[in-house]
């Protein structure tokens, strides 16, 4: 079992495949991409399976999530996801990505054994997308996730972030849009991951921001605390149901004292927080033949010392030292 000195215990795991993407958005990385991870540094396939196969089989782990960077690089990505799904205790996995190449491995993934995806998208309108990417991609993504909804990798979860002066008027027609399409949106707050440096706390479009927004045109109905758990998007059901609608307030409404989450990074660093300035060293431990209680022994350890929150409701809050496409979102 993952349990910190906070008595939270660890059931998900989020395990970050590549540092590489294929677009450049402005609240992620500079235009220019950054310095990108050597090849011998990545966690090899066989690394990746034996680590959440450890994290399963010995310490509790129920769901996967395979990020980035963007996943759909890895060119062992569907390998992995049958590898995984043929563990004894096999996890609930579910992929995000960008959707960008989900149209021509929707269904390769499904069959291995991938349960669903998130995909990202900020906007409906192609200029703004190109404005926030630096890329021309808009409607590949949109291809992706029908593709995504078409093979059965269902609930398709749709993440947007509002950006002040680009898209931040777009709130109720991406729920409409998400409503139309049956995909279920998520809002998350600007979060301090980019390369650059250049999030800033004034100004951010809030969930409070983005509730009065959707409330111009929709009626939103809160879900249950207790129905919510560990989830970090708080969700409002929209016009009565079925469809909802949820928020990730990581920055104003912190939801830390509920947090089941580990993360591996792509260069085999254990992390207990997306916004942790420490990390622990798995994979000098996987290359140095030690056995899988060892490992296990030091991920247990790296756990224990995972702080009470993540710092983001502190207004002088630094920066973590990678950004957020080398440690996964």
Known sequence: MLIDTFGRVATDLRVS????CNLRCTYCMPE????WLAKPD???DDEIVRLIRIAVSDLGIEEVRFTGGEPLLRPGLVGIVERVAALEHRPRMSLTTNGIGLERTATALRAAGLDRVNVS?????????RALTR???HEDVLRGLEAARAAGLTPVKVNSVLMPGLND????????????????????EQMPLDAQHGWKREGMITAG???ASLRTRFTLTAEDQEERGSAPAERWTVDGGPHRVGVIASVTRPFCRACDRTRLTADGQIRTCLFATEETDLRAALRSDVPDAEIARIWKQAMWGKK??????????LQPARPMSAIGG
């Open 135 to 137: 890329r021309k991609r």
């Open 121 to 129: 998208l900020d906007t409906l309108r192609p200029d703004v997308f």
């Open 32 to 35: 220019e991409g950054l310095q």
């Open 42 to 44: 990545l966690l090899t």
């Open 209 to 211: 921001d983005i509730l």
């Open 17 to 20: 495949l590549t540092d590489r």
């Open 169 to 188: 008027d777009e709130a109720p027609d991406l729920l409409a849009w998400a409503i139309a399409h049956d995909y279920e949106l998520r809002f998350i």
């Open 308 to 317: 009470a929150g993540s710092g983001l409701d502190d207004p002088s809050f």
